[in-house]
């Protein structure tokens, strides 16, 4: 079964840090780009950040640049989302996505996990 | 990086058809063929309905349908059932990131 599952969220303090995980299984997770998007409570979607298959290529959306880090493991079908001087508007529960391209990404995400919530409150 | 436009809700009667728009500009929608169509039942995580405007997933009834003109996209729900309530969200590829609509809800009436 393909599925995406998510962990590493929590509460925390503006400033502060976390790490999120998202482990992938039932498909090839190296021939797929990976995205993380979010929604905050009540709201829509937004995308956050992309990585390509190999690794070598992230990008990121402007209200997270400079602050979050995309990572992926290929060895270990893992995808990661350092999160750095958290915010309050940072609340959201937080999806990894896969790209429903092989290799070269169109920016359609057919497979998502459930979410993990960050809260950033004092 | 601006939001998609979409209209905040919408509403049909079972069977009847409804479309929702999602306006962009050419640097999103009308500047590549890399839109997609989201449905998302509360609770739930998005699931993928459409993809490349007008290609659909393995498993998607063929009652949703996609097109687009210029830089806005419309997603199509044909003989609407009582399951398709749910919140639609369209997205686009903006080059080197992806940009989301805010959003519609759709009733069934």
């Known amino acids: 079964e393909v599925q995406l599952l998510e962990s590493g969220g929590g509460l925390v303090q503006p400033g502060g840090s976390l790490r999120l995980s998202c482990a992938a299984s039932?498909?090839?997770?190296?021939?797929?780009?990976m995205s993380w998007v979010r929604q905050a409570p009540g709201k829509g979607l937004e995308w956050v950040s992309v990585?390509?298959?190999?690794?070598?290529?992230?990008y990121y959306a402007d209200s997270v640049k400079g602050r979050f880090t995309i990572s992926r493991d290929n060895s270990k079908n893992s995808l990661y989302l350092q999160l750095n001087s958290l915010r309050a508007e940072d609340t959201a529960l937080y999806y990894c996505?896969?790209?429903?391209?092989?290799?070269?990404?169109?920016?359609?995400?057919?497979?998502w996990g459930q979410g993990t919530m960050v809260t950033v409150s004092s | 990086q601006s939001a998609l436009t979409q209209p905040p809700s919408a509403s049909g009667s079972p069977g009847q058809s409804v479309t929702i728009s999602c306006t962009g500009t050419?640097?999103?929608?009308?500047?590549?063929?890399?839109v997609s169509w989201y449905q998302q039942h509360p609770g739930k995580a998005p699931k993928l309905m459409i993809y490349e405007v007008n290609k659909r997933p393995s498993g998607v009834p063929d009652r949703f349908s996609g097109s687009m003109s210029g830089n806005t996209a419309s997603l199509t729900v044909s003989g609407l059932q009582a399951e398709d309530e749910a919140d639609f969200y369209c997205s686009s590829s903006a080059g080197s990131s992806v940009v989301f609509g805010g959003g519609t809800k759709l009733t069934v009436l």
């Open positions: 039932g498909f090839t997770f190296s021939n797929y780009a």
């Open positions: 050419s640097s999103d929608v009308g500047g590549y063929y890399y």
């Open positions: 990585i390509n298959a190999g690794g070598e290529n992230t």
């Open positions: 996505a896969k790209d429903l391209g092989v290799v070269v990404p169109i920016d359609a995400f057919d497979i």
